[in-house]
Antibody, heavy 123, light 111 residues
Framework: QITLKESGPTLVRPTQTLTLTCTFSGFSLSTSEVGVGWIRQPPGKALGWLALIYWDDDKRYSPSLKSRLTITKDTSKNQVVLTMTTMDPVDTATYYC???????????????WGQGTLVTVSS | QSVLTQPPSVSGAPGQKVTISCTGS?????????VHWYQQLPGAAPKLLIYGNDNRPSGVPDRFSGSKSGASASLAVSDLQAEDEAAYYCQSYDSRLSGVAFGGGTKLTVL
């Protein structure tokens, strides 16, 4: 059974750095053609991709947020960490982590999602 | 603005069929990149509904089907049921982003 769960602060002050942890089970990030991604969703708005990390430590970032994001993995702990600097109220959103896997179609998709964690940015 | 374009809303009566479009460009769907669809029920996390353009994960009813043609894709929901009321998102890979592209989402209302 594959599960993912996000953890981190629910309230962040403007200009602070947000650190979110995705703890997963049921798969390993040492397995080829597997990765973990972060996606966020402001209240009432659409999904927005933030970052991906692959089994081989290849990393991809949303171009519009690249300068503020860092994604890392700890394979031994089954965790992926996302940091986002210089937080602003517009960054208030539910943040999801999801498994990024190459399925039998031959392409990658987010096949398992965490429940999400709401992060509010406010002074 | 989302890289992939979806209608904000669609609606249909129980038992009817609705289609949700997803329009991209030659840097994503119009190239060889597949389209995936996610269903987000109210208050819940998204769930993979269709992958690789037209494949259903185990447990997804065959009332849901996907297709792709050129730089566009479609999700069809037949025999609409009340529990299908949700937001639906298309997703592909974009070579200009070197990353993931989502559509803006479509809210399906069952009348």
């Amino acid at each position: 059974q594959i599960t993912l769960k996000e953890s981190g602060p629910t309230l962040v002050r403007p200009t602070q750095t947000l650190t979110l942890t995705c703890t997963f089970s049921g798969f390993s990030l040492s397995t080829s053609e597997v990765g973990v991604g972060w996606i966020r969703q402001p209240p009432g708005k659409a999904l927005g991709w933030l970052a991906l990390i692959y089994w081989d430590d290849d990393k991809r970032y949303s171009p519009s947020l690249k300068s503020r994001l860092t994604i890392t993995k700890d394979t031994s702990k089954n965790q992926v960490v996302l940091t986002m600097t210089t937080m602003d109220p517009v960054d208030t959103a539910t943040y999801y982590c999801a498994r990024w896997a190459k399925l039998d179609s031959g392409s990658y998709s987010f096949d398992y999602w965490g429940q999400g964690t709401l992060v509010t940015v406010s002074s | 603005q989302s890289v992939l374009t979806q209608p904000p809303s669609v609606s249909g009566a129980p038992g009817q069929k609705v289609t949700i479009s997803c329009t991209g460009s030659n840097s994503n769907i119009g190239t060889s990149y597949d389209v995936h669809w996610y269903q987000q029920l109210p208050g819940a996390a998204p769930k993979l509904l269709i992958y690789g353009n037209d494949n259903r994960p185990s447990g997804v009813p065959d009332r849901f089907s996907g297709s792709k043609s050129g730089a566009s894709a479609s999700l069809a929901v037949s025999d609409l049921q009340a529990e299908d009321e949700a937001a639906y998102y298309c997703q592909s890979y974009d070579s200009r982003l070197s990353g993931v592209a989502f559509g803006g989402g479509t809210k399906l209302t069952v009348l």
